[in-house]
């Protein structure tokens, strides 16, 4: 029988939780680069956005890290069951991933949406930076048992 308590203690007994977070705060610090010096001006011109039309919330910022480690660990998790051992395979995943789960989601949801290329292509591309650092740091900071 299915006996939780002792897979979860396997499973965390071989997380790297420093890797994960680590690789959730690099993920986050990507996001605020990519929306802010690198293509901020891009992306709000083509959403029509003023700078005065941004939302001062922390709500999204909250949001953004909290996403950023729930992937990481999934991805960690992920890893482990399939039994990923360099880094060559953790990026090959990663991108797999990246591609079946966010990338083609995302180009359905923006052709529904009537959104613009251009848009998708910042917007997907910043999740393909993050995915291939996940892969990197994920498949190479393995925890040793």
Not at 35 to 63: C, H, R, T
Not at 72 to 89: E, G, H
């Amino acid at each position: 029988m299915f006996n939780e308590s002792k897979t979860k203690e396997k499973y965390m007994r071989g997380t790297n939780h420093l890797a994960v977070w680590v690789s959730a705060i690099i993920a986050h610090v990507l996001g605020a680069l990519w929306y802010g010096p690198v293509f901020g001006n891009a992306w709000m011109n083509f959403k029509d956005f003023k700078l005065e039309d941004i939302n001062p919330s922390m709500l999204p910022y909250v949001l953004s890290f909290i996403s950023c480690l729930l992937v990481a660990y999934v991805i960690s998790w992920l890893f482990s069951k399939l039994s990923v051992t360099n880094m060559l395979q953790g990026i090959l995943m990663t991108m797999m991933f990246w591609l079946v789960f966010n990338a083609f989601e995302m180009a359905v949801l923006y052709s529904f949406q009537q959104e613009s290329l251009g848009l998708l292509v910042i917007n997907a591309g910043k999740s393909l930076v993050v995915y291939f650092m996940y892969g990197v740091i994920l498949s190479s900071w393995r925890k040793k048992f």
